[in-house]
């Protein structure tokens, strides 16, 4: 339950807009422990194999759309940079204003994209944990040639935005003064206003990627490395208001 | 269970017109529920027919069917809810969940008489031709996603094929060789014609879910299948395209004769003015480059047209329901650019009231929060990424792993065979004969149970390679 219960604090966590989008879990384990129990095992796989498709489904709607959106809004927050660099400067503090405000939409742009990439990763896991369970509890052999189809799925196929978000990172050096040291009072007090939105988000999302991966009583060659994040206590410094502890 | 079929064909080209891809997963719960309450023409029209297995128990099939479709029932309900948020034509919707709900309690009922539907797998092939024509309309009703998932390299899919009643696992995963997928950014290959891949894999995937479904559908056939379909779904579902073709044979010269009148309609039209098919487009930064010069010569966002738009890409197999959706969520973007420059920004004013410091106001901190998030986000992705190609590393491992498995399954068989032959199991000596190989061992645990066993060969192999 271990993944289930990350999962759902993902869920709780996460994008109001996304919560829908995620894996049920928790549904489709319950559903596993029903077919090994039953003696109709070709039907069974049938209907079980019809439900995961129909959460791949979801899966792929849902990431094709975010994903047309994200290329639209990359193409326009670069004319806007465009915009405000080859205008007339009517006065300084305006532009500085403008420029204010790509950089604070960009980098929640680049986080957006960031987020959905994991989407796709945790559904990704989900699917192959929840086919490893059903291979173990009936005896079947279905993992291995669904989770190939599944490796091909758009929701998987996630190169295109993470070029998108390479882009951005590049735009973003661009848009950023050069690497100031930071007093460490100023740091403290960038990371209460980090508390919220898109950043509260992406950090959650990487506390959790840890989580998942802590070792499990079923490691195996198939299984994830544990993750090891150098700067994780920088990660956990990050006291969010929220009343659901991330860890 | 052809019944099924054409009723949810039927039920599914009423609403094909309306419903957009995303609720074709809402839309197969209420299928699913409609077909079965269909189920009694059928019973009727084969009487005759009894059930040779006196020892199966409808009532525990009824009873699996009726715990699983409930689970469905949740899943269809949770599904339509957040696919109704996204969707423009909920009426439809609300129409399919209703058929689900009165036939819910219903299912049971029908399913129990499955038993003693259907026996004899001929008769009720012969039979099959006057459901098919509807069916096949619809391209994959029984049809697994991946095959036109599989099409989604190309990134196009028809609407009206992906109805998948998803059956049989990856049943036609080695279907489409040409599908490699592309994620292209060349213009030309980011769409495909529609049409062709329609055709193609008509036949072969009726035909394949003709049995396939009968075979997962109706109980009886799952006693005599059973056996098949453990002992070797690996085969089946890998190398299935041997095993199923021979099946095909019986039932496909019936198919052709009556799909045709229906697939004409389908074909005849170009891509762009079915109206039933409201495929989903996979779009591209190229092709969006392309809409936005389009845009731009037609006067603008607010002047342009979806129609002249699309006659000005001049993209072969774009709709005009697709530019029509991205041209909403273009102009959405930039008359209401960002929406976090708006909300959070007043969150944010909010927040730094809390703090006495006005220092927190200033560009500097605001940079520095910014850069912070940039951070976090950066490893975010970077650790995504090294997750994902670990992913794919280990199933590429485990595709390997199973080959070689296999592999020395098949010489330890010939070993039985040919007692003469060498002791230690050689893998290069064995060619792969045709024909699925035997599985043995019930899990993935197999290959890696015998990975000390298949190390050794396997290093020979490698040696050799």
């Known amino acids: ?247 | 269970m052809l019944s099924e079929l054409v009723q949810d064909n039927l039920v599914t080209m009423e609403a094909q017109h309306a419903l957009s891809f995303q609720r074709s997963g809402a839309r197969q719960f209420s299928n699913h529920g409609a077909a079965s309450a269909q189920l009694a023409p059928l019973e009727d029209k084969y009487p005759k027919f009894t059930n040779p297995q006196p020892n199966f128990t409808s009532g525990t099939v009824g009873h699996i069917f009726s715990s699983s479709s409930g689970m469905s029932s949740d899943f269809h309900f949770s599904s339509v809810t957040s696919h109704t948020s996204l969707s423009e034509k909920a009426p439809f919707i609300s129409q399919s969940s209703e058929i689900l709900q009165s036939t819910a309690s219903s299912q049971y009922m029908k399913e129990t008489n499955n038993s003693s539907w259907c026996t004899d797998s001929l008769p009720d092939f012969l039979d099959y031709p006057q459901n098919t024509p509807i069916q096949s309309s619809n391209l994959e009703h029984g049809r697994m996603p991946s095959e036109d998932l599989l099409d989604y390299p190309q990134n196009t899919r028809i609407q009206s094929s992906n109805l998948e009643h998803g059956l049989m696992p990856s049943e036609d995963l080695l279907d489409y060789p040409q599908n490699t997928p592309i994620q292209s950014s060349n213009l030309e290959q980011s769409i495909t014609p529609l049409e062709d891949f329609g055709k193609q894999n008509d036949w072969q995937d009726w035909t394949d879910q003709l049995i396939n479904e009968d075979d997962a559908m109706t109980p009886d056939w799952n006693d005599i299948l059973i056996d098949t379909n453990i002992a070797d779904p690996e085969p089946k579902m890998a190398y299935h395209v041997g095993g199923s073709s021979t099946n095909s044979m019986q039932a496909q010269p019936l198919i052709p004769q009556s799909s045709g009148e229906i697939c004409v309609p389908l074909n005849s039209t170009p891509c762009g003015s079915a109206s039933q098919s409201k495929p989903r487009m996979r779009w591209t930064p190229e092709l969006h480059e392309a809409f936005v010069e389009a845009v731009n010569k037609l006067g603008g966002s607010e002047k342009a047209t979806p129609k002249g738009v699309l006659k000005q890409m001049k993209v072969e197999g774009l709709t005009i329901y697709h530019v029509k959706s991205h041209l909403q969520k273009y102009r959405t973007a930039r008359y209401r650019p960002e929406p976090s420059s708006e909300g959070p920004l007043e969150k944010n004013s909010t927040s730094v009231e809390d703090f006495s410091s006005l220092e927190l106001k200033t560009g500097l901190e605001i940079t520095e929060a910014l850069r912070l998030q940039m951070e976090v986000q950066k490893r975010l992705h970077e650790q995504l990424e090294i997750q994902r190609n670990l992913q794919l590393r280990i199933e590429e491992q485990g595709r390997y792993l199973q080959m070689m498995f296999e592999k020395q399954c098949k010489s330890g068989m010939d070993k039985f065979t040919a007692p003469s032959s060498s002791e230690l199991p050689s893998l290069q000596a064995n060619p792969n004969e045709p024909g699925p190989d035997p599985m043995v061992g019930p899990s993935e645990e197999g290959p890696s149970k015998s990975e000390p066993g298949v190390s050794q060969p396997a290093k020979r192999a490698k040696v050799n390679a």
Request: a neutral charge.
């Open chain 1, 1 to 247: 339950m271990k993944f289930g219960k990350r999962l759902k604090q993902h869920v709780e966590e996460t994008l109001p807009g996304w919560r829908d989008m995620y894996l049920n879990y928790k549904d489709l384990k319950k559903i596993v422990r029903l077919i090994s129990s039953s003696l109709e095992y070709g039907k069974s796989e049938a209907e079980f194999v019809y439900l995961l498709n129909n959460e791949i489904e979801k899966f792929n709607v849902f990431f094709m759309e975010q994903e047309e959106n994200f290329i639209i809004r990359h193409k326009e927050l670069q004319q806007r940079i465009k915009r405000v660099n080859e205008s007339e400067p009517s006065s300084q503090g305006e532009y500085e204003e403008e420029i204010a405000r790509i950089r604070k939409d960009i980098v929640d742009f680049h986080g957006e994209m960031v987020l959905l990439v994991n989407y796709s990763n945790i559904n990704y896991t989900g699917m192959a944990k929840i086919l490893k369970k059903y291979d173990k509890r009936t005896g079947g052999l279905l993992r291995l040639p669904f989770i190939q189809k599944v490796l091909e799925q758009p929701f998987f196929t996630t190169e295109l935005v993470s070029k998108l978000v390479k882009e951005c990172e590049t735009t973003i050096d661009e848009l950023f003064p050069t690497v100031v040291v930071a007093a460490p009072e100023m740091k403290e007090a960038a990371i209460i206003m980090a508390g919220e939105g898109i950043f509260r988000n992406t950090v959650a999302a990487l506390m959790t990627m840890k989580e998942i991966r802590k070792g499990s009583s079923t490691q195996s060659h198939f299984s994830l490395p544990v993750l090891n994040l150098p700067d994780t206590e920088l990660i956990r410094s990050f006291q969010f208001n929220s009343p659901i502890p991330i860890i």
